[in-house]
Nanobody, 127 residues
Framework: VQLAESGGGLVQSGGSLTLSCVVSGVTLEYYAIGWFRQAPGKEREEVSC????????KYADSVKGRFTMSSDNAKNTVYLQMSSLKPEDTAVYYCAYRHRPLLNWCTNYPQYEYHFWGQGTQVTVSS
């Protein structure tokens, strides 16, 4: 299984970007995918999560109302639409995949439980 993120770049504060995560080597059917980000000098944090085990879709408080996660299973792709971007959203963004996630995955399971990770895409928001 491989994940490839794309769509990052430089954007002004208040702008928008859409990140894509293409999953290859497995058909998206029973999965959890999380979007994470890591800013310089900070720990990696979860941004959003989607799981087919219970249909759960979860967002970090810092991005609620601004970011939207969606999936196109026919394209084996998960998206993260980001709007009203702030300088504090600057980070490398990663997607991660978990096969056959347990119930309440997005709520109860930490990032080290994901099976596969992408290489990341840089998002820089200028003020």
């Amino acid at each position: 299984v491989q994940l490839a993120e794309s769509g990052g770049g430089l954007v002004q504060s208040g702008g928008s970007l859409t990140l894509s995560c293409v999953v290859s080597g497995v058909t998206l059917e029973y999965y959890a995918i999380g979007w994470f980000r890591q800013a310089p000098g900070k720990e990696r944090e979860e941004v959003s999560c989607i799981s087919t085990s219970d249909g759960n879709l979860k967002y970090a408080d810092s991005v609620k109302g601004r970011f939207t996660m969606s999936s196109d299973n026919a394209k084996n792709t998960v998206y993260l639409q980001m709007s009203s971007l702030k300088p504090e959203d600057t980070a490398v963004y990663y997607c991660a995949y978990r096969h056959r996630p347990l119930l309440n995955w997005c709520t109860n399971y930490p990032q080290y439980e994901y099976h596969f990770w992408g290489q990341g895409t840089q998002v820089t928001v200028s003020s």
